[in-house]
């Protein structure tokens, strides 16, 4: 047993990445000098040896069962010599060396429903979240949001049609795993309702100064209910960020009739011409409507054929907002601004428009 | 005639230089006044020590009056018995700063008679300052400054007297008659001016075009500046003498210009309106071939300050275009509505702007009564942090009040 | 006696303004066409009608004693028909009709010592305060430290040799009388040292619980000093911006050994090209050092002749500095950046640097 | 085999459309594993119900660990009992996300033999997510999971799973190694990234340019993205070969061009590098006619994170230029000093960025003993409220502490 203890490993880390390198790239390692797109979902990088090695980008989906990992073994060991990687935004990547193989792995991939895209400028995949299938915490599903959208997009991934990048993001939940708050179009799930507390429990799985102090508004008071030490909430300071909900599992917040999404536009990350932006908030609220999600589809779809129709050459989103204005974006989008459109947290003031650059 | 002049080599200094002398003038005021003599004695001192010699304020003033005299007292009233008091008497210019030299004759003697014969012309609000008297002449000022028919101005938490730039007057550029607004609500707002009752001060400024020569935008709580909704006049042939007479248009305009939307290609200059941002440049840089459009009226932008406490503000959009004339209900309504809100809730010496951001610009939007709208923000908000007000409640369905 | 008061009027508000107008003005009011500039403080504008008006702009240095009023009225009465202006920068401005009056009226107002100019691309007269010559706060006297830096750079208010207009705007304390906040360059009077507290009349002067309220760091307590309610002031958390002070006599900040000067730059009002900008910290501090503040006048103009010298034309000074990013303008004017230069107020963490946007 | 496949329509319809159905996957691992059948049985009720269906939380792991496991439990274990425990363990990807199919197809048998056969490749953090899983499965998993030298990564107040851009293994535009970085700083902190001993959660991400392919700038708390200190490389003959082929030099490129510093007279294309803000857009049209300088390394930057609770932050430079070479002490160096402070002074749940916020840059910098620079602000303070710590005494004249 001390034997088998002593055994036992940890803190070993990841494999190292050398041993999955395909030969090309181990040999080209740092010395690639330019790249070209081929065609929508296919680049080649040419090295300094004048090596090429060919990239074929596909949808993944990101929630894959083993056994769909296995379908992409076999192609990755058919054309690939058994390499294979994934993206930054989980969609897979299939290497090659053999240009004759590019079109029978698209094939491929077509036919177990992979589309192959997400290149140049195109809709790349959704970076999204876990929503019901696995979070507490969820105000709206991840992956069927996501499933809907893209369904609907799919056009833009699979060509090349747009002014520029067009990267879109969900969070199920304002704890925004992913990156949301930078993105050209987010799609955000938010609670409207203030926790429900289980006051006869509340003392049991959480400590009341700590539930407290959570509450970015201070919102949140001790109190006694029913003889029982709890907390009570002031409703009209809470703004449904639920981190008292993460401190504290007796404070949920997650409630059908007044759960839904929000979208946001203008956010990028890249430092490509103008600075890294946040998210700006478009449509404060629509329903959750499962399992299509039609309201938010056409949302997204018309902010992503408004920007495709008016957008200069290599303007992202929120590049084209600045320089035609928001209120010409609100008017043009054909969404009412309305009260909570306008910052009211702690830099609330520095969004006001203090000059008098307007348009007409 | 005054014989307490002292000796002052340190502010002797100040009489060097090519710039004006303020010693020169506190000297020439001394030869008629002892309180100059004084004020040269301290000043030297404060000079040799670096450190003024006031008594903090003092509340003096004129009856019927709350504002309008900045009281001060010397702290070394022994050693400086002319000005152990040396009160301001803030005097509410006329619009646009323009006189008759027999006006200003007239104040010069009444100053002559009852102050210190020092003056700013004018202080940085706009009203004319006489420097430096003793209570007891405060009333009899008041008294002659009457007969010339000048009144006094602000000072306190009351509105403050209102200023605006030259306007129609002599500028080209005016979008809306600004000495005739500054006026009419200077007149219109007499109580409001002379009888401190809000919870700090308030200031309009007004400027006739977005230039804002009269820096409204940085120091009014309520900022009208002047603007177009229509097409930039553009005189074409006037144009491109600018450009034979050597004007680089695409460097020195087309690429300054916020709105990205203009075009030049030799011949002719395109103005894509629609984006443009109303900013003047082109304007300015071509005056004889540039010119604002015909629709003219102003945007009202509301709450800029100084630093104390919340640092500064620039005023903000409260009403994108507005056509300004008489009898000017429209603003006086909005000014109305605002100073009641603001009186009713704002702190002590909470500016109106403080008081916006304190409870939020939609919160006082609703209690003002206004439409929320995207030309009063820079960009929506970023952060996820709505106030919803209502909910569903699983019984009925429908929308209910907050409990 | 009671009919005496009925007598006294009040409220009757400052003279109509049409009074005072020149004809030419009254006639052409509203009708002019263009203007321009003709040389170092002479512009004419011309109007609709034909009319010709002549302005010649002369510096006056705003503390002016009723000698100096009086002279001015008889150039007036000789050259303008009895009328005068002051310009929204204390100016004094005279109108003429007649063009052959202009180098006389120029001549007889060099005669007094006020130079003309402060149009088009120079500087205009300094925005200021009233420092030690009336005001309790300040912490630097105004009229004296405007005059030296005047007199280091007449030759910018009286030639037209600047990429565009440069605005100095001084005030004696944090209040800003003025427009030090929007300035393209600023001279500010600060205190360094914590307010000093007269125990012994506090009470009798001020009201604790105001005093306490209005420091905005909260630094201020109350206390029981020598067996007098008086109050402390936490030494580490003030930030000298003399709240309290204003609200107190009892809690002076002025002091000889500590209060001194500010230098900021890259403010402006204006909406051309730029939307009006803050200025921002250049130099925390310079020492007082009448009669001639040597230190300012040669930090000020260093400022002037850095941004003349590298500024595109119409570029303001923060505009400027906008293009070529703060580090290198901290580079070129050989100032040291320091902890004080940066921001940690409320919105703090908005002034840091969030993007990859670097000059090397 | 799984016999409980429910009746799923609203699911169902999630099978049509050109996306990848992440449905027909549940339904494909359903037919391995029971845990699939309910847990489309649960969904399916959520998709009814409109809400999801777990519990809070839960603290399950593997001995020796403090994170990487994320203890998930149904609400309804009595109706879907397959998946009254569904675990996620994160398991720590290989840099750069590159896999043999041996290695893939590894992991895929452990996960048939121990989980629901679910996973996400990859989780937004970057780790393998095996999505489903008991408690007591925990452990053999891990056992089986190091046979293979897969290891756990970090959940909690811990190092996070550091993550990568593909960089110099398939980018010609990589300034430094990001794969060879983020192996080294794993490997170096495996006790921080298992167990959780921070304030709370600390991120690093790798971005080989400032095009920032893996979002560094945007969820990191220490985000180093590469850059480079000399000339853009120009190959003018393939500046003009694009300008032939039909590229608008002057309007895709130069207008785009954030340091306005390039020029193009049809012939040469000419960048003043001196004032390059090094933002990549040019070298991004042009690849083959431009590339980074040959003086490369990364800009080291801080702090960003997600809005819970001061709001969203994006990543603020901290080091503007480091040479980015192993051994990679100067970045353990500057991580330790920083750890150190924050674990020290943080609150609970307290991000980096949020206690520089809180404490004040400056402070902070004096903390960790670094000199402020320009570099670090966007611009200086605006506000005047400076906190000097030393003042003059009258005794002395020298400067003293604060008392
Ligand atoms: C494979 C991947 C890196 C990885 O290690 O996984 C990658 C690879 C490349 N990126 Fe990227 N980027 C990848 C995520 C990103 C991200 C991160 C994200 O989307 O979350 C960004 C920041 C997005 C943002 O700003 O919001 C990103 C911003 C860029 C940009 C800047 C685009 C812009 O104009 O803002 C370029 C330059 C370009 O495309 O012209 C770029 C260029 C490239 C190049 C051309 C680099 C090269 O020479 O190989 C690669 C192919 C581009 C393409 O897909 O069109 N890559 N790239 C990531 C693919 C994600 C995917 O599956 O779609
Ligand atoms: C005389 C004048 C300066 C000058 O030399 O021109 C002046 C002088 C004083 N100002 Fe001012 N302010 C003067 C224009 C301004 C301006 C500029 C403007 O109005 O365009 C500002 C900045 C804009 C603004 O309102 O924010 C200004 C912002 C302040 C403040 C800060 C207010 C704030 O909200 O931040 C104070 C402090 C206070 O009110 O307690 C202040 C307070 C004072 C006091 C009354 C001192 C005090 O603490 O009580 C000064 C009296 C000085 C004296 O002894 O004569 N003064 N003050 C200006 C008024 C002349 C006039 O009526 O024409
Ligand atoms: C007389 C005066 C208005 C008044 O009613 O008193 C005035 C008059 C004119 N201004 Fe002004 N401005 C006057 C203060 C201002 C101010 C306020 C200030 O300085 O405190 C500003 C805002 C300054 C700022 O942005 O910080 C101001 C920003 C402008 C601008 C924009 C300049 C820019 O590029 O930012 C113009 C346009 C131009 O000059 O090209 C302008 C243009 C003009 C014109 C050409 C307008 C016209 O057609 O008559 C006038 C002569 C310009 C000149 O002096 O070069 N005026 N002008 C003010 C003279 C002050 C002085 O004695 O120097
Ligand atoms: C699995 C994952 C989402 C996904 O589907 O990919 C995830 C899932 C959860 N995140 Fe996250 N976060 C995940 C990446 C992120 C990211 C993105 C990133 O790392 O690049 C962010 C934003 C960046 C950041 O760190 O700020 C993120 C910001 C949060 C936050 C807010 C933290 C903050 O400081 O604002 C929370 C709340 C918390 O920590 O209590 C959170 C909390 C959670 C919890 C643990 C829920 C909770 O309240 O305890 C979620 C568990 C879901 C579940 O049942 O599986 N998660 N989380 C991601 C981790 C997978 C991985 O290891 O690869
Ligand atoms: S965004 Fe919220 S609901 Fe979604 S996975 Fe993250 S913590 Fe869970
Ligand atoms: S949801 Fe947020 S704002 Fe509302 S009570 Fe909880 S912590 Fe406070
Ligand atoms: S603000 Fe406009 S209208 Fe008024 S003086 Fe200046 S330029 Fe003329
Ligand atoms: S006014 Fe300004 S924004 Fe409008 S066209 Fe002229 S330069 Fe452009
Ligand atoms: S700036 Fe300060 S010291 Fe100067 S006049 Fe105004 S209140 Fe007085
Ligand atoms: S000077 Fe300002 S910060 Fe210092 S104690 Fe007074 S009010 Fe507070
Ligand atoms: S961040 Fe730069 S180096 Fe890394 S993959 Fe993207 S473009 Fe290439
Ligand atoms: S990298 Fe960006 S800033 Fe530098 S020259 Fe190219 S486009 Fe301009």
New binding site residues.
């Given amino acids: 047993m001390a034997d088998a203890m002593q055994k036992r490993r940890t803190d070993y880390g990841p494999p190292h990445y050398e041993q999955f390198l395909p030969p090309i790239v181990k040999e080209n390692y740092g010395k690639w000098k330019y790249h070209e797109i081929l065609k929508p979902g296919v680049m080649v990088h040419v090295s300094e040896t004048d090596a090429k090695l060919y990239t074929v980008r596909s949808a993944s989906g990101r929630l894959l069962s083993i056994d769909k990992i296995r379908m992409y073994c076999d192609l990755a060991d058919k054309y690939c010599d058994g390499y294979i990687r994934f993206t930054s935004r989980h969609n897979v990547e299939f290497l090659l060396t053999k240009e004759e193989n590019i079109d029978p792995l698209i094939n491929s991939l077509d036919a177990i429903g992979h589309p192959v895209g997400g290149m140049g400028n195109s809709i790349s995949a959704i970076v999204h979240t876990q929503g019901w299938v696995h979070c507490h915490s969820a105000a709206t599903d991840a992956s069927g949001v996501v499933k809907c959208v893209m369904d609907d997009l799919i056009e833009y991934f699979k060509e090349m049609k747009l002014p520029g990048k067009l990267r879109i993001a969900l969070a199920c939940c304002l704890n925004m795993c992913g990156a949301v708050h930078c993105s050209d179009i987010a799609i955000l799930g938010v609670h409207r309702r203030p926790p429900r507390i289980d006051h006869a429990n509340l003392r049991k799985v959480c400590e009341i100064p700590n539930v407290s102090a959570s509450c970015p508004t201070a919102a949140i008071r001790p109190a006694t209910v029913d003889g029982n030490p709890s907390v009570e909430v002031l409703e009209e300071q809470c703004m449904f960020c639920a981190n008292c909900y993460t401190v504290c599992p007796a404070m949920p917040l997650n409630d059908p009739l007044n759960d839904g999404v929000s979208i946001w536009v203008g956010g990028k990350v890249s430092n490509a011409r103008h600075e890294p932006m946040f998210s700006k908030l478009a449509i404060p609220f629509l329903p959750n409507n499962p399992p299509r999600w039609p309201e938010v589809t056409t949302a997204v779809r018309n902010l992503v054929e408004l920007w495709a129709k008016n957008a200069h050459k290599y303007e992202r989103m929120g590049e084209w907002i600045e320089r035609i204005g928001w209120p010409k974006f609100f008017k043009m989008a054909g969404i009412e601004f309305q009260k909570e459109h306008i910052d009211d947290f702690k830099h609330a003031g520095l969004t006001y428009k203090r000059s008098t650059h307007l348009t007409f | 005639m005054a014989d307490n002049i002292p000796k002052t080599p340190k502010l002797d200094e100040l009489e060097k230089g090519g710039w004006p002398s303020f010693v020169k003038e506190i000297k020439m005021a001394a030869k008629r006044s002892p309180m100059g003599g004084d004020l040269l004695g301290q000043l030297e001192q404060s000079y040799n020590e670096k450190i003024g010699h006031w008594k903090h ?1 003092g509340i003096v003033g004129v009856m019927g009056y709350g504002g309008g005299v ?1 009281g ?1 007292y010397s702290d070394l009233p022994e050693k400086y018995p002319n000005i152990s008091h040396f009160h ?1 008497m ?1 005097i509410n210019q006329p619009a646009g700063w323009y006189y008759t030299t027999d006006a200003l004759r007239k104040i010069c003697d009444i100053w002559e008679k009852h102050g210190s014969g020092l003056t ?1 012309m ?6 004319i ?1 006489l420097l430096g008297t003793r209570t007891e002449e405060l009333e009899p000022t008041f008294d002659d400054l009457q007969k010339i028919d000048f009144d006094i ?1 602000g000072s306190g938490s009351d509105l ?2 209102p200023s605006c730039c030259c306007g129609m007057s002599r500028c080209e550029w005016a979008c809306y008659d600004t000495m005739a607004l500054t006026y009419d609500l200077t007149m219109h707002y007499q109580d409001e001016l002379h009888r401190p009752a809000f919870p ?2 308030f ?1 309009f400024k007004m400027s006739g075009c977005p230039n804002d020569c009269v820096a409204s935008i940085a ?1 009014a709580d309520m900022s009208i500046i002047g603007t177009w909704r229509d097409q930039i006049q553009v005189d074409q042939d006037a144009v491109r003498e600018y450009a034979e007479r050597g004007l680089d248009i695409q460097n020195d305009v087309i690429s300054n210009c916020p709105g990205k939307c203009m075009e030049w290609d030799g011949k002719e200059l395109n103005i894509e309106n629609e984006f443009c941002v109303r900013c003047m440049h082109c304007i300015n840089v071509m005056p004889k071939a540039l010119r604002p459009g015909k629709d003219r009226g102003a945007t009202i932008l509301i709450g800029s ?4 406490i919340e640092g500064a503000f620039l005023s903000s959009v409260f009403i994108p275009f507005m056509k300004i004339t008489p009898p000017y209900d429209e603003i006086k309504d909005l000014v109305d509505r605002i100073w009641d809100v603001w009186g009713e809730e704002g702190k002590n010496r909470e ?1 109106v702007g403080e008081f916006i951001q304190r409870v939020g610009l939609g919160n006082f939007l609703d209690a003002i009564e206004m439409e929320p709208i995207a030309e009063m923000v820079a960009h929506p908000r970023e952060n996820p942090y709505v106030f919803y007000e209502e909910y569903y409640e699983e019984d009925d369905g429908e929308e209910e009040e907050e409990s």
Avoid: L, Q
């Avoid at chain 2, 300050?305 to 104390?308: D, E, G, H, L, M």
């Fill in positions: 304020g900045i001060r301001t803030r700013n004018h202080g940085s609000t706009g009203d300052i101005g403050r007297t700090y001060k200031k120091r300050k100084a630093p104390i500016r």
